[in-house]
T-cell receptor, first 110, second 117 residues
């Protein structure tokens, strides 16, 4: 079993839809939870970073962490074609090397 | 300002050759990380440095892989006697603060695509 499991894609939604992306993890020592966005042929870029259970909102993006269930989510409201990318969850322990999910490829159709 | 840069962007080599991949972190960034990313997968941790000190090399696949950061800035990942299974995207990331501190977001470079024939 992988330490971080991410819902496989690809995911295709119409413009304006709410998108839900999810990951589960197995190691309760993980403390830091991140979502990265990766456009084709580019490096991952950090979208959201949180330490604690609960919700964190930034514009159209909301990151949700449930440590008791070892489950994290990223919600995208009013999705736009420019949101089309691969979304990677990443989880860090005390030493901060990140363990990534395999990524979910999202396409938002105009 | 400039982001993380990596060179070369593409490297094609023959099996058995040594390769050196370079990472130039964001100026002033203390921590530097190396990852390997297979197609359709997330990055996989290889090793990281705080300043010039290598803190963890547990992710290096075997002893053909090594990394250094002698002056606490530019880092080189070296793969000796390359094999076809080494073909992948190699990514570098840097963070402003020391690993383990709060707010140590990692900023990724564009990667080096290594192909071993």
């Amino acid at each position: 079993q992988k330490e971080v499991e991410q819902d496989p894609g690809p995911l295709s939604v119409p413009e304006g839809a709410i998108v839900s992306l999810n990951c589960t993890y197995s190691n309760s020592a993980f403390q830091y939870f991140m979502w990265y966005r990766q456009y084709s042929r580019k490096g991952p870029e950090l979208l959201m970073y949180t330490y604690s259970s609960g919700n964190k909102e930034d514009g159209r993006f909301t990151a949700q962490v449930d440590k008791s269930s070892k489950y994290i989510s990223l919600f995208i409201r009013d999705s736009q074609p420019s949101d089309s990318a691969t979304y990677l969850c990443a989880i860090g322990g005390s030493a901060r090397q990140l363990t990534f999910g395999s990524g979910t490829q999202l396409t938002v159709l105009p | 300002g400039a982001g993380v840069s990596q060179s070369p962007r593409y490297k094609v080599t023959k099996r058995g050759q040594d390769v050196a991949l370079r990472c130039d972190p964001i100026s002033g960034h203390v921590s530097l990380y190396w990852y390997r990313q297979a197609l359709g997968q997330g990055p996989e941790f290889l090793t990281y440095f705080n300043y010039e000190a290598q803190q963890d090399k547990s992710g290096l696949p075997n002893d053909r892989f090594s990394a250094e950061r002698p002056e606490g800035s530019i880092s080189t990942l070296t793969i000796q006697r390359t094999e076809q299974r080494d073909s992948a995207m190699y990514r570098c990331a840097s963070s402003l603060v020391i690993s383990g501190s709060s707010r140590d977001e990692q900023f990724f470079g564009p990667g080096t695509r290594l192909t071993v024939l």
